[in-house]
């Protein structure tokens, strides 16, 4: 099973930007799809961006525009970078991995706060 270490959270003011890092102890090319999840305070976890080995990312609507998946397939590593940061960006975001195996794996969680 794919261990995953997530990195680059913070806090960071209105407006800002924030690149998280998801480095995958496997190949990257055994994980069929990577995906950022957030969960806020007292709230379900979401699916924010998901990318998989072909194909176009896909991204919640609310993120649109201002957030960006991708993959470096040397490195193994998946990131998501964060534009135009908003208060309701604030969350502890997860990366996950489904290999092709069909395992399923979360990273630790990283916590990302914006402040207005």
């Known amino acids: 099973q794919v261990q995953l270490v997530e990195s680059g959270g913070g806090l960071v003011q209105t407006g800002g930007s924030l690149r998280l890092s998801c480095a995958a102890s496997i190949s990257i090319f055994s994980i069929n799809i990577f995906g950022w999840y957030r969960q806020a305070p007292g709230k379900q976890r979401e699916l924010v961006a998901a990318i998989r080995r072909v194909g176009s990312p896909d991204y919640a609507d609310s993120v649109k525009g201002r957030f960006t998946i991708a993959r470096d397939n040397f490195k193994n590593t998946v990131y998501l970078q964060m534009n135009s940061l908003k208060p309701e960006d604030t969350a502890v975001y997860y990366c996950?991995?489904?290999?092709?195996?069909?395992?399923?794996?979360w990273g630790q969680g990283t916590q990302v706060t914006v402040s207005s």
């Open positions: 996950h991995a489904e290999e092709v195996s069909g395992s399923r794996s």
